[in-house]
């Protein structure tokens, strides 16, 4: 078979899939919320047209038919949000962001703090291990790795990953290194698309953030930035990431996903750093929707008008970071609170838009494309 035949069947084949997968959400959707499979379908299909991918038009009640066309039009896509983002993020960049080795080396030029790197692990095309930027010899490099840790616990994900897929925490000292070893080894192997890894000290929340939730996951504060003429840093949109108690790590939080359930997402006013409002995925068992709540699911504390711990750093880290990787000018930052002070975990140069409240999103889509026309001209 050539490969113009292979690459034809495997574009079929992945339509096909698509549009099975269109049918179930449409046919969930009429079940759910009433109205016809037209009406339903036809929904489906101008949310498509406007760039909506099926993920968000359940997690956002798109297919809600009884919403008028006006209630939608308050809603950016990723997809149109990227390309705005374009504008302000240079392309020839995106290694400084999306490369995790990248990154760090920026901070630490910039002096600040980020999650540190103490071992890299390649798959590609041989398995090798550099810790503290000397490789390590021999045979079984991956046991060696896990003897050489010294005791404690560790994160280890890819160089390149995304919205947490591949994150794996694990320990040292409580078990033999090649217990250790053959837990990263299988690890690896189950994600094999990946072939850069980074091994990291875990990180711990400050005590103030596991009083307001009690989760051992890393929870992070969502900060974007935008840095207007003469360096002026602008924070647009904030949010924080409560992780549900029984996420062991922050790769079970990824907006709404993961397979905890009572992940929650609050609004954050930028001016004084309080909630304003919070969110958790729906019950639904296809989860259409989102329901606001006001009180923390697992401890019962309002939640509204408190504010994470040592705001006013997290705003200084933000607005530093923002001036270090110029010219990139509107990231979002996700910055974990520890014992010892607010630390960078990554930069996002394609954050997602807070559709959650849809008229604050819409004013900071408007000043962004004010800046842009102004900017352009």
């Not at 009429?30 to 489906?44: D, V």
């Not at 993920?55 to 896509?77: C, F, P, Q, Y």
């Not at 504008?87 to 980020?114: H, I, W, Y």
């Not at 108690?245 to 930028?270: H, M, Q, R, W």
Request: net charge neutral; aromatic share 8%; proline share 5%.
């Amino acid at each position: 078979m050539s490969s113009q035949t292979q690459s034809f069947w495997g574009r079929l084949g992945a339509t096909v899939g698509k549009a099975k997968l269109a049918a179930e959400i449409i046919g969930q959707a009429r079940k759910h919320y009433g109205g016809s499979y037209i009406s339903t379908g036809l929904r489906f299909l101008d949310m498509y047209a406007r760039r909506f991918s099926p993920l968000e038009m359940v997690e956002l009640d798109l297919l809600n038919v009884s919403k008028t066309r006006g209630d939608i039009a308050e809603v950016i896509s990723k997809e149109n949000m990227i390309q705005l983002q374009q504008s302000f993020n240079p392309v020839e960049l995106t290694n400084q962001t999306e490369n995790k080795l990248d990154f760090e080396r920026l901070c630490a030029d910039a002096g600040l703090p980020s999650a540190r790197t103490v071992a890299v692990v390649r798959t590609s095309p041989r398995v090798s291990v550099s810790m503290n930027r000397e490789e390590i010899g021999g045979g079984d490099v991956i046991n060696a790795l896990a003897a050489r840790l010294p005791p404690g616990d560790y994160v280890i994900k890819p160089r390149d990953g995304a919205l947490g897929r591949g994150v794996l925490v694990f320990s040292c000292g409580d078990t033999s290194p090649e217990h250790v070893g053959e837990t990263l080894k299988t690890h690896l192997d189950r994600h094999g698309d990946f072939d850069s890894w980074l091994v990291q000290p875990k990180l711990v929340n400050h005590k103030e953030v596991t009083r307001i939730s009690p989760s051992p996951a890393l929870q992070t504060v969502r900060l974007v930035t935008y840095v207007a003429d003469a360096g002026d840093v602008r924070i647009l949109l904030v949010g924080w990431r409560l992780a549900d108690a029984k996420a062991e790590f922050e790769a079970e939080y990824s907006n709404f996903g993961g397979t905890a359930n009572n992940n929650v997402f609050c609004l954050i006013d930028p001016i004084d750093g309080t909630v304003r409002r919070c969110f958790m995925k729906s019950r639904h068992p296809f989860g259409f929707g989102l329901h606001e709540i006001e009180k923390h699911p697992t401890t019962g504390l309002s939640l509204r008008g408190v504010q994470p711990p040592m705001w006013n750093e997290i705003m200084d880290l933000g607005k530093k970071a923002a001036l270090a990787f110029l010219p990139s000018r509107c990231l979002g930052w996700d910055i974990a609170v520890t014992s010892v002070g607010p630390v960078l975990i990554e930069a996002n140069r394609y954050w997602d838009p807070h559709n959650e409240d849809s008229s604050e999103m819409q004013r900071v889509v408007r000043y962004l494309r004010a800046e842009r026309a102004r900017v352009s001209s």
